[in-house]
Nanobody
């Protein structure tokens, strides 16, 4: 069973930067979409950024201009987060959607990002 492994979370001061990374433990075929989600305490899990197999990207309004998603390898991605705010505090999850028969969703275990002084 392929797993997604995240790294790079931690504590950062407001205005600081963090880079999250995510890599699969094995091969994933027919990747259509790679995403980052986040979930703050008491809130729903929301998509933060997406990069599709054609290179197109999408961002939540809260992330536009501050976060950048990139695909670093066949099954790896990163999220560069700049100008972090306390409201960015959440557990961040990476996600991959594969259309390989049958279609499959992969989730990382989550990494905590805390923005506080």
């Amino acid at each position: 069973q392929v797993q997604l492994v995240e790294s790079g979370g931690g504590l950062v001061q407001p205005g600081g930067s963090l880079r999250l990374s995510c890599a699969a433990s094995g091969s994933i075929l027919s990747i259509i979409s790679m995403r980052w989600y986040r979930q703050a305490p008491g809130k729903e899990r929301d998509m933060v950024a997406e990069i599709r197999n054609d290179g197109a990207t999408n961002y939540a309004d809260s992330a536009k201009g501050r976060f950048t998603i990139s695909r670093d390898g066949a099954e790896s991605m990163s999220l560069q987060m700049n100008s972090l705010k306390p409201e960015d505090t959440a557990v961040y999850y990476c996600y991959i959607y594969s259309a390989y028969r049958p279609p499959h969703e992969y989730w990382g275990q989550g990494t905590q990002v805390t923005v506080a002084s």
